[in-house]
């Protein structure tokens, strides 16, 4: 008895701190850094500017093609009523400035200076100047983490718009993702542009991705192609948060959500051309 | 300073010591999402938790490494994604540094330190790599998510520019840990 109580005098508070430090190490591994992230924008609220307003910019030629495209639109949504074809157009959109990086080297994340609070939810579609960037994988009351495309784990359904050549795009953590195929001769040639297809389960058909930089249709085992990301990834400064209509429908196990993986349809989609 | 200090009660220096410990290491964790120029090579930024463990480690026992890895290395799991996990490469840290015996064999000094941490950041990346590379090789065909090759190219750029960057930037964490931890250890021994 006597030796156990020495011992406890000696080490009680050392061993007391080290359970204390594991304890809180647990907790906010649990809780996802929720904690550290709130004092970060805290901290980094200050330095966050205004939105660079870039109407003043736009040349008469990107007037004139907004134009083309709300008509378009228009005369596309008209259309698709008349088919009695209903979709849920992504909701209307939370401008966000991206306040950091990714906390290791591994992960192609980024965060936000806008959270739950805002109205973000886990699985909201993040979009910049251009395109798609990634999608909400944690909020906390005042920031939200996003899993950019560009991460090796964000697999996405895409389609050629051109041919409507069905694949999926795999991050290479850089500016450009690798393309593959369903097809064994996917018709594609570089420039082609390449948006999210509706087999993909997370992101709603039809969102701007990147342009086909390069092909390579003898890449074993399917075709591939280089999409450059039509959004500048590592030079993110404000984003748009919009709500996704098919996070609700699509249920995410919290495994799914912790790691960030995301499945598209790996079935083989060569027939539904 | 230190005059005050020695007046102060034991607890009293011991809660301060204890504060500026997990001070440091909540400013390292504020750190790690930025990238301010200067501070990212290849947006890669310096691995501040490595050279916190390795500052903590380097004049202690193997024991408090570890912990002091797994500790961080369970925070850096919440704070980006658990799997595989940060732990893992702390926790190496933090014992082969206290296994290194610094002080008895290197003199003290800011290269040796920024030697140690060129070498902890490029293994602490190998063996991330290795946990990845092992996903890969367990996981079922269709649910691969990195193959091997781009695993290990991607390893060769972000280690050396980490192992570059945490380096330089070492003493900062360092310098005034260390200081701080030798007058602590100075003022607290003879009551002790």
């Known amino acids: 008895m006597y030796v156990v109580r020495r011992w406890w005098d000696r080490n009680g508070i050392r061993l007391g701190l080290v359970g204390l430090a594991l304890g809180s190490a647990w907790l906010i591994r649990q809780t996802q850094g929720a904690l550290i992230y709130e004092v970060y924008r805290g ?23 907004e134009q083309q495209l709300v008509e378009l639109q228009s005369q596309n949504r008209q259309l698709q009523e008349l088919l009695g074809y209903i979709q849920q157009n992504p909701g209307k959109g939370t401008v966000a ?13 980024v965060i936000l200076g806008r959270g739950e609070r805002d109205g973000i ?74 948006s999210t297809s509706s087999y993909s389960q997370l992101f709603p058909p039809g969102l701007p991705v990147g342009i086909v930089e390069s092909v390579n249709l003898n890449k074993s085992p399917a075709p591939e192609a280089v999409v450059e990301l039509s959004t500048p990834i590592s030079r993110l400064e404000w984003v748009v948060v919009s709500t996704n209509p098919k996070a609700g429908g699509t249920e995410l196990s919290p495994q799914e959500n912790l790691d960030g993986s995301q499945n598209s349809d790996p079935d083989p989609l060569g027939d539904n051309q | 300073m230190t005059i005050q200090l020695t007046r102060w009660p034991s607890y009293w220096r011991r809660a301060l010591n204890w504060g500026i410990t997990v001070g440091s290491v909540f400013l390292c964790l504020l750190v790690l999402p930025t990238r301010f120029p200067g501070m990212s090579l290849l947006d890669v930024g310096p691995n501040w ?64 330190i920024a030697l140690i941490v060129f070498g902890m950041a490029v293994l602490a990346e190998t063996i991330t790599a290795l946990q990845f590379s092992l996903h890969t090789i367990l996981a079922s065909p269709e649910m691969v998510e990195r193959d091997l090759g781009s695993i290990w190219l991607y390893h060769q750029r972000i280690a050396l520019a980490s192992a570059i960057l945490s380096s330089l930037w070492a003493p900062v964490v360092y310098y005034p840990l260390n200081r701080w931890w030798e007058r602590f250890a100075e003022i607290d021994q003879p009551q002790a």
Request: hydrophobic letters at 45%; aromatic letters at 6%; zero cysteines.
């Open chain 1, 43 to 65: 901290f980094s609220n200050p330095f966050v500017g205004r939105p660079v307003e870039t109407t003043a910019t736009k040349d008469p030629k990107v007037l004139e093609l």
């Open chain 1, 97 to 109: 400035p991206v306040i950091g990086r990714s906390a290791d080297h591994w992960w192609q994340q």
């Open chain 1, 121 to 194: 939810q886990v699985g909201a579609i993040v979009s910049g100047e251009g395109g798609i960037v990634g999608r909400v994988v944690q909020v906390t009351p005042h920031t939200s983490r996003v899993l950019l495309i560009s991460d090796p784990t964000s697999q996405i359904g895409v389609t050629v718009s051109r041919s409507r050549n069905m694949g999926y795009i795999r991050g290479q953590s850089a500016n450009r993702v690798i393309m593959e195929f369903f097809d064994k001769v996917p018709d594609v040639r570089p420039g082609d542009v390449v």
């Open chain 2, 49 to 112: 938790l490595l050279v916190w463990v390795v500052a903590w480690s380097v004049k202690r026992t193997m024991l408090e490494g570890a912990l002091a890895g797994l500790t961080l290395g369970l925070i850096q799991d919440g704070m980006t994604a658990p799997d595989p996990t940060h732990a893992l490469s702390l926790v190496a840290i933090g014992v082969i540094t206290a296994r290194l015996q610094k002080q008895r064999y290197i003199q003290e000094d800011f290269i040796s």
